[in-house]
């Protein structure tokens, strides 16, 4: 199976910046898009950034120019840069991987996978 984790979540001031990682583990033939979903309370989960395996970005309006996404193939892992945070960013972050992954040691699935999430609070 496959098991994606977040870290480097925490509390932080406005203006502040932290590096959020998500890392994948398993049986992972490869990685596809990676992408983070923050989701705030009383909020639906929502696409902040993501990257394709070749390294090709995409990022919402409201993080453009702050955060920057970015990912290490031979570690699986993707990295998402914050800068500049604001309060309204605080929520759980989660990461999305599109994994092509070995199932029963010989057949090819793919799926996607979620992490657990990393809190990010950003005090005014």
């Not at 929502?46 to 919402?60: C, K």
């Not at 914050?82 to 793919?110: F, W």
Request: with cysteine.
């Amino acid at each position: 199976q496959v098991h994606v984790v977040e870290s480097g979540g925490g509390l932080v001031q406005a203006g502040g910046s932290l590096r959020l990682s998500c890392a994948a583990s398993g049986s992972i033939f490869s990685i596809n898009a990676m992408g983070w979903y923050p989701q705030a309370p009383g909020k639906q989960r929502e696409l902040v950034a993501t990257i394709t395996r070749g390294g090709s970005t995409n990022y919402a309006d409201s993080v453009k120019d702050r955060f920057t996404i970015s990912r290490d193939n031979a570690k699986n892992t993707a990295y998402l840069q914050m800068n500049s945070l604001k309060p309204e960013d605080t929520a759980v972050y989660y990461c999305n991987a599109g994994v092509t992954y070995y199932h029963q040691g010989i057949r090819l699935n793919t799926d996607n996978f979620w992490g657990q999430g990393t809190q990010v609070t950003v005090s005014s």
